[in-house]
């Protein structure tokens, strides 16, 4: 008989970092207060009486239908170490249709009470209708339960375990505070732990900024790499190429941003997925979510999707993983339906937020394009034809983009990148970037935004010098700080609202300006109203009495919104960026639109007569691009 190993697959986790503290139902669900047991050890927590504590929650319920997809575990098993008053522990499910946890008939135990710690386990029931499997403890009496070392493992055969090998790495620009934490929390949680992980984990931070204190920071498996400022691409390239010299030698790397709070569980629970993956899924990337750093429960984006029309979204609509269906959701749901052709798994990424790479896949399709920031995460995934794993409770909590909107971002980089990443590696077939661009540079002069659509036009003329434009040294981060310096500035509230007064425009109704993000876009204008905006560009290409002299609208700054029935026939537009406290007054300038106008008309007419002869240019440079010596070149680390 073959011999089998029992494989820890997930820790039942407790915790008192903040986005814990703010949202425990990511964690349980609990009718008395849970807390740590002073005295006890520091892994020991106290659940009060009477009450009822439901673990079938995001990070604490186990992901059954993942596990038997991913990897070579069939059968699963919970084991905790309790002492304390008496109490009944119960094993729970849920399926698709379920939105109140159910509770598995014949799985009660009824532990009595105990002045010494003991030991349980049980054998999780399934059918292949679960998604999640977890367990509920109910206590009748006061005292409370204590418990500690509780955790998911399977009995797997020994000859299924894989050797892993897990190379963090994280680029950095001066975000000393997050990284600082990061580093800690790794220390003392993986490297110091007695889990598996411990001697198989090594962290590099590269260091774009060269601020960290990398002394006081280095340790045994954590390395700070001190490197020129080359941008997101530039520094992922520069761990990659660590992670492939270190010794021994990574199997996997995981990039991971700087700004972000991380558990160190998700990190465990993606070594020991790793450890037990199946043969069909070995060569997966993994995608960690990206959950909300300013309201803890919301799951924004796992992986994303780039549409035919160049748009980059997520795979999932948003979800509140504090709800059980929520939960269900995450891990049964597939794409938007209405996201045409998004189960083409050639036009699906993972942000680098947290995502895993076999070096298998890095040492067959090379390092990332030199595109700074934006874009090369999208770019790798597409070229490497990469398919995802995903779960619950792998995943870090990130400032969401919806609140830190840059034009110098979303109109510059990811215009030129885009582009780039198309002629110079062949991704994202079906999508026509170009077309994109002629909607930004739309889209912003409907609204006025002169100076944003020209971001637009600088991005297309860099992507019109060629591939020698980002193999030039340091010439990627001067195009970068140039944008920010030239997008559009927004005033404090204090001077917008002075500015208002002097031009008698009536800001009392700023503050409707919030359901704008959170609303669906509802088309509210007739056909006829339609037309005229088209025909006369919202009254700037043609007049013929359409403009309403003197009237303003007050629209969100977010520069992917159209709030077309609002700023029809206006001659002023406020944008106001109510998070941040900011805004900008706008009027409308035809001499400036003819402007902007006319030289997008000359550029895409340049980019459709150079095409043929970009294409190769920049094919022919994207295979130099990928390679390690090019890198090591342009890194200076030869």
């Not at 909590?397 to 990811?414: C, K, N």
Request: hydrophobic fraction near 40%; charge should be negative; glycine fraction near 6%.
């Amino acid at each position: 008989m073959a011999e089998v190993a029992n494989v820890k697959l997930a820790n039942v986790l407790l915790d008192e970092s903040v986005q814990f503290l703010q949202e425990p139902t990511l964690l349980h669900r609990s009718t008395a207060l849970v807390r740590r047991a002073e005295g006890e050890g520091p892994e020991a927590w106290a659940l009060e009486g009477p009450g009822t504590h439901d673990f079938t929650t995001f990070f604490n319920a186990l992901s059954v239908s993942k596990w038997r997809s991913y990897t070579v575990a069939k059968e699963f098993f919970l084991h905790l170490e309790a002492k304390g008053a008496a109490f009944r522990l119960l094993q729970s499910r849920a399926d698709v249709f379920s939105w109140d946890v159910e509770l598995v008939g014949g799985s009660e135990l009824d532990v009595p009470a105990s002045d010494e710690w003991h030991s349980i386990e049980l054998r999780m029931e399934n059918s292949d209708e679960d998604v999640i499997e977890s367990f509920v403890i109910v206590q009748e009496g006061e005292g409370p339960v204590f418990i500690r070392n509780a955790h998911y493992f399977a009995s797997v055969p020994a000859d299924g375990l894989r050797d892993v090998e897990l190379a963090l790495c994280t680029t950095t620009f001066r975000k000393e505070e997050y990284v600082e934490r990061n580093v800690e929390l790794a220390k003392t949680r993986i490297l110091a732990s007695d889990e598996p992980i411990a001697t198989h984990f090594t962290m590099h931070i590269v260091d774009n900024g060269r601020s960290l204190d990398a002394e006081r920071l280095q340790a045994e498996r954590v390395c700070v790499h001190p490197n020129d400022n080359v941008g997101g691409s530039g520094g992922y390239a520069r761990g990659m190429i660590e992670a492939l010299g270190q010794r021994p030698k990574a199997t996997h790397v995981i990039l991971m941003d700087d700004d972000v709070l991380i558990s160190p569980e998700s990190i465990l629970r993606t070594y020991n997925l790793l450890r037990i993956v199946s043969d069909d899924h070995a060569q997966d990337f993994v995608s960690g979510a990206m959950m909300d750093l300013f309201e803890p429960d919301v799951r924004w984006e796992d992986t994303g999707f780039v549409t035919f029309s160049g748009d980059c979204v997520p795979l999932k609509p948003a979800l509140r993983m504090g709800q059980l269906h929520s939960v269900v959701a995450n891990e049964a749901m597939g794409a938007h339906p209405e996201l045409s052709g998004s189960e083409d798994q050639s036009q699906q990424y993972g942000g680098w937020w947290y995502c895993v790479i076999p070096v298998t896949a890095i040492e067959r399709h090379g390092l990332p394009l030199p595109l700074f920031v934006r874009y090369d995460d999208i770019e790798y995934a597409l070229r490497c034809r990469a398919r995802f794993m995903t779960m619950n409770g792998i995943c870090l909590w990130h400032p969401s983009f919806v609140r830190r909107y840059s034009a110098a971002v979303e109109r510059y980089q990811v215009t030129r990148n885009s582009l780039v990443a198309q002629y110079a590696t062949g991704v994202a077939p079906q999508s026509d970037f170009l077309r994109k661009a002629y909607h930004l540079v739309q889209l912003e002069l409907k609204k006025f935004n002169y100076t944003n659509a020209e971001l637009v036009l600088d991005a297309l003329e860099d992507f019109l010098k060629g591939p020698a434009f980002l193999e030039e040294r340091g010439r990627t981060e001067r195009a970068f700080m140039e944008a920010n310096r030239r997008a559009e500035r927004l005033l404090p509230f204090p001077e917008l609202r002075r500015q208002a007064e002097e031009e008698g425009i009536d800001l009392s109704l700023i503050a409707q300006v919030d359901a704008q993000k959170d609303s669906d876009v509802v088309e509210r204008r007739s056909l006829r109203q339609r037309l005229e905006d088209f025909a006369t560009f919202n009254g700037q290409r043609l007049d013929l009495g359409y403009v309403q002299r003197g009237s303003s609208a007050i629209i969100d700054v977010a520069g992917w919104l159209y709030p077309a029935d609002q700023i029809r026939r206006k001659d002023t537009i406020v944008a106001v960026d109510l998070e941040n406290r900011r805004g900008v007054i706008r009027h409308m300038d035809r001499q400036r639109f003819r402007a902007v106008w006319e030289r997008y008309k000359r550029d895409a007419k340049e980019i459709e007569r150079n095409g043929d002869r970009l294409r190769e240019e920049y094919a022919e440079a994207g295979r130099r691009f990928v390679t390690q010596g090019f890198w090591r070149g342009y890194l200076g680390i030869d």
